[in-house]
Each structure stands twice: as structure tokens, then as C-alpha cells.
């Protein structure tokens, strides 16, 4: 048997529990919410592009982790023919937390080598980044070996249409 004063005290403290939770529930949410933020999308890809349509995010940072701020990454490829056209290539900035992200088609290879998305970055302060990110539609990672830096996609449908997902960060050393 329970004693009715216990009851008493649990019910109290309960209810401080509930009324207290919510404040801190939100505060909670508006943090997470805050650090899970997408950069803003720069889509390359349009309605009618040939291809396997791909978004890839990811984040610059210094080699101690600390975010970079408004660096310019440039981003050139191939289209889904295997042509390079302007509309396939692009300059993004980096937000305030060193995220960037954009849109685009798995590049096809036209003459030799494998198909590759060119990012670079140049900005003041920092070592020269120059990386080809290679895709394969069959995840084999393998057949790229030494032609460039191996970016995983995952597939997903969003709103009907399927798009691959990958993620490519970047480490900056100071100069």
C-alpha cells in the first residue's frame, strides 16, 4: 500500500516536471534545429538535363574542425552527355557555419578517365584545394582508384523524382 503523502509529492513533482518540460523541450528543438540547418541549395540542374540528378552537400572547416566562413568553392563537370558547358559550372560561398550545397547531374565521362566533378577553393589565408570527386552508379569505388576523391551516393525519392545524395567535406590548412 502506498502512502497518500508520497502520492502527493509524486504529483507535485510531476507536474513541475510538465510544466517546466516545455521551455526546455523548445529550447532544445530550436538548438538542434539551429546546428541541422542545409546550406542553401545552388541548383545546377535543370528540367530536361540528360542524367542522374545528384545533390551534394558538405562543409569546410580548418584542420582544428573551426568552420570556414564565406569561402568561395568552385565547382565545374560535365553535363549528363559528357559536355562541358557553363551551365555546369558555378562559384558557391560557404555560410556562416562552413556549409555549402548544391544540385546537379552525375557527370558522364565523354573521352578518358573517370567522370569527376572539379572543386576547387582559393582564398586568402589558406592552402590551394583541388580535389576531382568521382561517382559510380554502381558504388564500386574500386574502378576510380587514384583518379580522384570517392564520394558515395545514396539514392532517395523526394517528391516522386529519385536524387542521389553525397557529401563531400573540406579540411583547409592555413598558410
Request: charged share 20%.
Amino acid at each position: 500500500m502506498i502512502d497518500k503523502g508520497f502520492k502527493l509529492t509524486l504529483a507535485a513533482a510531476s507536474v513541475a516536471l510538465l510544466l517546466q518540460a516545455p521551455a526546455h523541450a523548445s529550447d532544445q528543438l530550436a538548438a538542434n534545429t539551429a546546428t541541422e540547418q542545409k546550406a542553401r541549395l545552388t541548383d545546377l540542374w535543370q528540367p530536361g538535363d540528360n542524367g542522374q540528378r545528384m545533390n551534394i552537400r558538405g562543409r569546410v572547416t580548418s584542420v582544428d574542425g573551426t568552420p570556414v566562413a564565406n569561402v568561395a568553392i568552385d565547382i565545374r563537370q560535365p553535363d549528363g552527355d559528357g559536355d562541358w558547358t557553363e551551365q555546369y559550372s558555378t562559384t558557391l560561398t560557404t555560410d556562416a557555419e562552413g556549409r555549402y550545397q548544391f544540385g546537379s547531374v552525375v557527370p558522364v565521362a565523354r573521352y578518358c578517365g573517370a567522370p569527376a566533378v572539379n572543386v576547387t577553393v582559393y582564398q586568402n589565408g589558406w592552402e590551394y584545394y583541388d580535389a576531382n570527386l568521382v561517382f559510380d552508379a554502381e558504388h564500386d569505388m574500386s574502378s576510380h582508384d587514384g583518379e580522384g576523391t570517392p564520394v558515395f551516393l545514396e539514392e532517395s525519392t523526394v517528391k516522386g523524382e529519385t536524387i542521389l545524395f553525397g557529401r563531400h567535406d573540406i579540411v583547409l590548412s592555413p598558410q
